[in-house]
């Protein structure tokens, strides 16, 4: 009985360990310029306008995650009303993914 409680403590500890592998991952910015060069991601300027479109406000953060192979931006945006909104837009078309309010 011991040793398997032993064996689930350390499987989840390496699970754990793992999680940033198993989330999202952030890039760095040469590889977001290879990306931009390639045509693989589009221009922040772009994928900005595409959320302004969805969700007016002033941009608090951007951020480019490969995420399950996909790239994505996750922009947040303060509303004139003072609401955080977290915009995920797929980078290749500026296309919301997923919407919610902070």
């Known amino acids: 009985?011991?040793?398997?409680?032993?064996?689930?403590?350390?499987?989840?500890?390496?699970?754990?360990?793992?999680?940033?592998?198993?989330?999202?991952?952030?890039?760095?910015h040469d590889e977001i310029k290879q990306l931009r060069e390639t045509g693989a991601i589009l221009p922040l300027e772009q994928v900005m306008a595409s959320a302004q479109s969805v969700q007016p406000g002033q941009l608090v953060e951007a951020e480019l995650?490969?995420?399950?192979?996909?790239?994505?931006?996750?922009?947040?945006i303060l509303a004139?009303?003072?609401?955080?909104?977290?915009?995920?837009?797929?980078?290749?078309?500026?296309?919301?993914i997923a919407r919610r309010e902070k």
């Open 1 to 28: 009985m011991q040793r398997r409680h032993l064996m689930a403590t350390t499987g989840l500890g390496l699970l754990l360990a793992m999680g940033s592998p198993l989330a999202s991952e952030r890039l760095d």
């Open 65 to 76: 995650e490969r995420e399950d192979g996909d790239y994505r931006f996750e922009i947040k």
């Open 80 to 96: 004139a009303d003072g609401t955080i909104h977290k915009l995920s837009l797929d980078a290749a078309t500026a296309a919301v």
